[in-house]
């Protein structure tokens, strides 16, 4: 014999209820069909569909009250706003009662009486249906959800609020410097990416994120802010979880956080998780300065006057679409990286096969490529003049290739440089020096390289300021002098 055991009566709630939105579906599209059919039957070549109306509108009021049941057991997690839900669980009722009344009425009515109570109850149902949907859809996508990317001039014309921050993309910044870190920057990402299952109608876990102070209050399990402590947050350990994991955040089948938010979620947390503090005030590192600009408009300053990168201040052309296409074609990820230019990130995550072979298809892009990343490819020394030509490029990411130090030499005139990643390559102390000339670089990752300490103090005589990451520590500090 069989056994099934389960924690408690709520578990089997819980799981009966989840077939809700599985079951939702059918009804409205068998009560919806079945009022098409009636006034489609009422013209007379087209009088042989009556038939079909009464057991289509059986089927629908049947299934109406099965998902009845399974929206009441999926009620009882307590994730969503209870007025919101008093009214579109009982506006759910009556459509389930007034679609059987209809199909009594179209099967068992014969006087001219009931017929027109059909029409009208007919009606009724529709009416019900769309209220109780409009409000299902309110606590799952919240109370925009329906205008929320209405555009202009439609939008004014209507009276429509303003168009939240990061409503579809994240706001446009002018000024990065002046940009509050919470409200332009971390928000539009969690309102993208969180609010939907943690707002005032859908409160998953027991969280809210559309508010400060619940934000920080936390969920059933606890804050999930701890400040100053980013690795000991859980919302940053929800974010990094595999996909495939139950935890992760935000489940599997909505769109994951991409590296880039984490960081500034990681950034941000690492600061304070200040609400109302500005980019200048906390001083960006190195690693966060290029994810800032991606988000302004170009040209943005620090509070000392320094440009987050000089890159931005340059101007090129827009891209041949066919030449993104064609890079696009061989599983390259091809994406703007700031607003208002023309730059763009080249990622080969999802093309390891490519080789030097294939380098050429960067021909057209070598203006535009500022951020390349080729780590885990088939490609050689022979791709770097190809590479080289990409005059802009700031981030450089060779790891786990078979470039060595006659390749990377090719790269000597790329002025602004700031980031090169040769993990795990063939790269040494010959190869790391002939870099000795790119004054804007500032991070070189050679773990698992043949570059010893000898090189590193030699580089840093060059380039007092760059910081060379080797796996020995952290970040590796030698001194200068000999």
């Known amino acids: ?78 994730e969503y706003n209870e007025d919101t839900l008093f009214w579109h ?46 409000l299902g859809g309110n606590m799952t996508h919240g109370e925009d959800y329906l205008y929320a990317n209405t555009p202009e001039p439609f939008r004014s014309l209507l009276g429509l609020p303003a168009r939240k921050a990061g ?33 005032a109608n859908k409160i998953k876990g027991e969280l809210r994120m559309d508010q400060q102070d619940l934000l920080l209050k936390g969920g059933k399990h606890g804050a999930i802010i701890k400040a100053n402590d980013p690795a000991n947050s859980e919302l940053i350990k929800r974010l990094l979880l595999p996909e495939e994991d139950e935890h992760h955040m935000p ?36 690693k966060v300065k290029p994810l800032l600009a991606s988000l302004s408009s170009g040209g943005n300053t620090q509070e000392n006057g320094e440009s987050i990168s000089a890159v931005f201040k340059e101007n090129v052309p827009a891209a041949n679409e066919e030449d993104i296409q064609k890079l696009s074609a061989s599983k390259v990820i091809v994406m703007p990286v700031a607003n208002g230019q023309h730059f763009l990130q080249a990622n080969f995550v999802n093309a390891p096969n490519f080789d030097d072979a294939q380098i050429n298809l960067l021909n057209n892009l070598s203006e535009q490529v500022i951020w390349l990343k080729l780590g885990r490819t088939k490609i050689t020394d022979k791709s770097m003049p190809e590479v080289a030509k990409c005059k802009h490029l700031t981030h450089l990411h060779l790891e786990h290739t078979a470039i060595t130090d006659a390749g990377l030499a090719q790269l000597k005139d790329l002025q602004y440089l700031e980031y090169l990643n040769v993990f795990d390559t063939q790269i040494s102390d010959s190869g790391i020096q002939a870099l000795a000339k790119l004054k804007s670089l500032k991070n070189i990752y050679c773990w698992k390289s043949k570059v010893t300490k000898t090189g590193i103090q030699a580089l840093k005589k060059a380039l007092p300021d760059v910081a060379i990451h080797t796996g020995w520590e952290e970040t590796t500090k030698i001194s200068t002098k000999e």
Request: glycine share 6%.
């Open 89 to 134: 669980q009982w506006m759910g009722i009556a459509v389930a009662a007034v679609s059987l009344l209809a199909w009594y009425l179209k099967g068992y009515g014969r006087s001219p009486v009931m017929n027109k109570g059909y029409l009208s109850t007919l009606f009724t149902m529709l009416i019900l249906l769309t209220i109780t949907g409009h």
């Open 251 to 286: 489940p599997k089948g909505k769109t994951p956080l991409t590296e880039q938010e984490i960081a500034l979620l990681h950034w941000w947390i690492q600061q304070g998780a200040p609400f109302n503090k500005k980019v200048a005030q906390l001083k960006p590192d190195e």
């Open 1 to 78: 014999m069989i056994v099934l055991q389960t924690n408690s009566t709520s578990d089997w709630a819980m799981f009966l209820g989840h077939f809700h939105p599985l079951v939702v579906h059918l009804p409205i599209g068998m009560l919806i069909m079945a009022a098409i059919l009636e006034w489609l039957s009422r013209k007379k070549n087209l009088q042989t569909l009556q038939p079909a109306i009464a057991p289509i509108l059986l089927t629908g009021s049947l299934t109406a009250v099965l998902s009845c049941i399974f929206g009441y057991l999926l009620s009882s997690s307590g």
């Open 167 to 199: 409503s579809t993309t994240q706001k446009k910044i002018e000024n990065i410097d002046e940009a509050l870190v919470y409200q332009d920057i971390i928000a539009p990402v969690m309102e993208q990416k969180c609010w939907s299952c943690h707002n």
